[in-house]
């Protein structure tokens, strides 16, 4: 079943109020920069008693943050956040936002997609954890009109990891993916998946996905050289990095897994860790490389 294409349509201070029996150790907030942004958005909090925060949330949701100093701290609008106040709050106190930090997620993507732009996983891969592979989504934006001619081109990706400080290539694959094409409303609402249709372009040396030709599925792919088995030594990071040209009314995001070893399967195990993925990459008329590393972590 094909979905149908339709026309697309077209540093402020803060005084924040807070809560505790004890003033002289109830956190304060006298400025937030910026006041609005979209998810993974870094926000800088500055003002008073910020030293014991255990908590910061974006109405009920938890953030990621960084505690700067006793005045200061960073924190990172979370995944799924809408317009709400924020809080901090320590073990005897909190303070609440008198009006709502505005959630603004870039309009270009589709509202059902899970991740509306590019984030780290704040949690490392479980100990033992020996192997990688990296990912891509590609969908068309059904709003867009003639999204059934929408396509994504792949030329090549790659696969590369720090390890005792060297970049070591893992996979690199031209003119090859593997994958298949999952439910996408609700985003990916089970692991059940149809073959993906490929083409090879011989002309230009890669693969094309149609994805206008099913814009009710996400498009998910792979590489297509066996998974790769990790260096043995320190590993800080690894980094994805795809050369792709996107057609109008596409769209497409880059990622990558830690598994548990090259031949896991998936299943329930916990055999794989998402190690976070890309800003989402929109139309152009040229060629252009789409990267995600997680090298460095979350960034603060």
């Not at 029996?21 to 907030?29: E, F």
């Not at 979209?38 to 909090?45: C, P």
């Not at 938890?62 to 200061?72: A, C, G, Q, V």
């Not at 590019?118 to 999204?147: E, H, K, M």
């Amino acid at each position: 079943m094909k979905l149908a294409c339709k026309l697309a349509l077209a540093g402020t201070l803060l005084s924040l109020g807070a809560t505790g029996t004890d003033s002289g150790v109830a956190p304060q907030i006298v400025r937030i920069s910026p006041t609005s942004g979209s998810e993974g958005t870094r926000v800088e909090v500055s003002g008073r008693n910020l030293g014991t925060v255990t908590t910061v949330l974006f109405g009920e949701i938890h953030s990621e943050f960084k505690l700067i100093s006793p005045d200061e701290l960073v924190a990172l609008v979370p995944h799924r956040a809408s317009t709400s106040a924020i809080a901090v709050v320590t073990p005897s106190a909190r303070a609440s936002s008198p009006f709502p930090f505005v959630v603004l997620n870039d309009p270009r993507v589709p509202e059902e997609v899970s991740y509306k732009s590019g984030y780290i996983n704040s949690v490392p891969a479980p100990p033992g954890f020996t192997s990688a592979r990296l990912w891509g989504i590609a969908i068309a934006d059904t709003r867009v009109s003639a999204c059934e001619s929408a396509t994504v081109e792949v030329a090549w990706t790659r696969l590369s990891c720090r390890v005792d400080g060297k970049d070591m290539v893992l996979n690199d694959d031209t003119g090859r993916v593997r994958g298949g094409l999952f439910q996408r409303n609700p985003w990916f609402g089970t692991n059940q998946n149809e073959p993906m249709p490929i083409v090879y372009d011989e002309v230009k040396h890669a693969v094309v996905l149609a994805v206008g030709q099913r814009a009710d599925r996400v498009w998910h792919f792979w590489s297509a050289s066996p998974r790769a088995a990790l260096p043995p030594g320190k590993v800080t990071g690894c980094t994805v990095d795809a050369r792709v040209k996107i057609s109008p009314g596409a769209l497409l995001q880059m990622g990558m897994d830690y598994w548990r070893s090259p031949t896991a399967e998936y299943g329930t195990g916990g055999n794989n860790h998402e190690a976070g993925a890309s800003n989402w990459y929109f139309p152009s008329e040229r060629w252009q490389e789409a990267i995600f590393t997680d090298v460095g972590g979350q960034q603060f």
